[in-house]
């Protein structure tokens, strides 16, 4: 019976490092996809900002600030 009992604990093993590789490959290649499609979110999102809502010689931060109403508190658009 104990012949058993090993067979039984090193196939059980095996089968959990299987699946211990499998899941991290898995969350690899799902965190690697999010990274990717989070950069490409922030590249487009970064030159919209600076062709459609920048102002003349504003950086995106700048403008990002500006448009979420973080710039001194002040949401009012005003022109110079």
């Not at 104990?2 to 095996?14: C, R």
């Not at 590789?21 to 690899?28: L, M, N």
């Not at 996809?33 to 950069?39: D, L, N, P, R, S």
Request: negative net charge; hydrophobic residues 30%.
């Amino acid at each position: 019976m104990s012949k058993l009992v090993e067979a039984n604990e090193k196939i059980a093993e095996a089968v959990v490092g299987s699946y211990k590789k499998i899941e991290d490959g898995v969350v690899g290649g799902y965190k690697k996809i999010e990274t990717g499609i989070v950069e490409g979110f922030e590249k487009v999102t970064d030159k919209c900002v600076e062709k459609l809502f920048a102002r003349e010689g504003e950086s995106v931060e700048d403008a990002k600030k500006r448009l979420s109403g973080g710039a001194s508190g002040n949401t009012e658009n005003t022109e110079e």
